[in-house]
């Protein structure tokens, strides 16, 4: 099942095909209703307010009736399992309907339906690699030698590749609590691990490498966040309790967009009023002391 909570769906489609076993069906032809229902973020889309970031209904009521109208089958399984593969095309997750109320069944009934439900394959989305963003941090302990030892952890994991690491930053503590400077960085990596296992993966080297969880946004041993996974338009947008995408604060921490702007200068992030150039978003952070104080 997708991660995903939001629904677009489309209800009630009535379309006139030539489906069915009996020759006078496919000769006459019939009314056919479908219901099709999307599992797929529309955070992107609230955020920047625009039609390339959702499915258009009205473009997807078209294609639905396309393929009742441009194929003949005898089955309505056919019929619905062939709208529902289409229907992956823009959502992982899909359940379609397809009512058939003029079936020719010989005695009083309100409806006969199939319903189909696909999600994308997971092993196959998996097998794919993605580039994602992370920042590491540290202020307790030897914070140079554990940031170290996490890159080297995550380039180690076989499924994970450090293509780029930035400068070391030493950086005032964001966030209000009171506590040392941190170190922080950012790498940008390569993997064919979906994004949960990611964090996942992180998570399990921050463990290993001793952290603590007391205080929020308080002194960490080490904290690897998940900034942004995927780029452009294939960039995942992700909103379950474990996991955020793009992380959500992202946008106010200058000791997430510095190293950032170094490995990536022409990268954008998605705010609340849109998606904008990190380096814009990071000017306005100005007032956040961060000093470069190591080159990869
Ligand atoms: N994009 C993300 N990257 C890392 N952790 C995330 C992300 N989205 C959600 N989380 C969840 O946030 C929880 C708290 O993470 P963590 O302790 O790193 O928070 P924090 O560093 O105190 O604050 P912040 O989340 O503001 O960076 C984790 O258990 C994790 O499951
Ligand atoms: N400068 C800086 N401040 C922080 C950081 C961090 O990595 N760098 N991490 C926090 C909690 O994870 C809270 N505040």
């Not at 009736?65 to 992982?92: G, K, M, P, Q």
Request: net charge negative; hydrophobic share 40%; proline share 5%.
């Amino acid at each position: 099942m997708s991660a995903h909570r939001d629904r677009i769906e489309l209800r009630g489609l009535r379309v006139r095909g030539n489906h069915g076993v009996f020759d006078f069906e496919k000769r006459e032809g019939q009314d056919f209703v479908i219901d099709v229902t999307l599992h797929t973020s529309v955070t992107r889309a609230a955020a920047t307010d625009d039609i390339a970031d959702t499915v258009h209904y009205g473009e997807l009521a078209e294609d639905v009736a396309h393929i009742v109208e441009d194929n003949t089958f005898d089955l309505i399984e056919t019929l619905a399992s062939r709208i529902a593969e289409h229907c992956l095309d823009l959502a992982e997750h899909v359940e379609v309907v397809v009512h058939k109320p003029g079936a020719p069944i010989q005695r009083s009934f309100n409806d006969v339906s199939v319903t189909v439900v696909r999600s994308r394959d997971s092993t196959v989305i998996a097998e794919t690699e993605t580039e994602a963003y992370l920042n590491l941090g540290a202020n307790l302990g030897d914070a140079a030698d554990t940031l170290d030892q996490a890159v080297a952890a995550l380039d180690r994991h076989p499924r994970i590749t450090v293509l780029r690491r930035s400068s070391l930053y030493r950086t005032a503590p964001w966030g209000g609590v009171e506590q040392g400077d941190f170190l922080n960085l950012g790498l940008i990596v390569s993997t064919s691990l979906p994004a949960p296992e990611l964090l996942a993966v992180a998570q399990g080297i921050e463990v290993a490498c001793g952290r603590t969880r007391e205080l929020r946004w308080g002194p960490r041993t080490l904290d690897i966040d998940l900034i942004r996974f995927g780029v452009n338009h294939e960039e995942l947008v992700f909103d379950t309790e474990a996991l955020t995408l793009p992380h959500p604060r992202a946008h106010e921490r200058a000791f997430v967009l510095a190293p950032w702007v170094e490995l990536d200068e022409g990268a954008e992030i998605l705010t609340p009023t849109g998606p904008r150039p990190i380096t814009a978003v990071l000017t306005e952070l100005g007032d956040q002391e961060i000093t470069r104080i190591q080159a990869p």
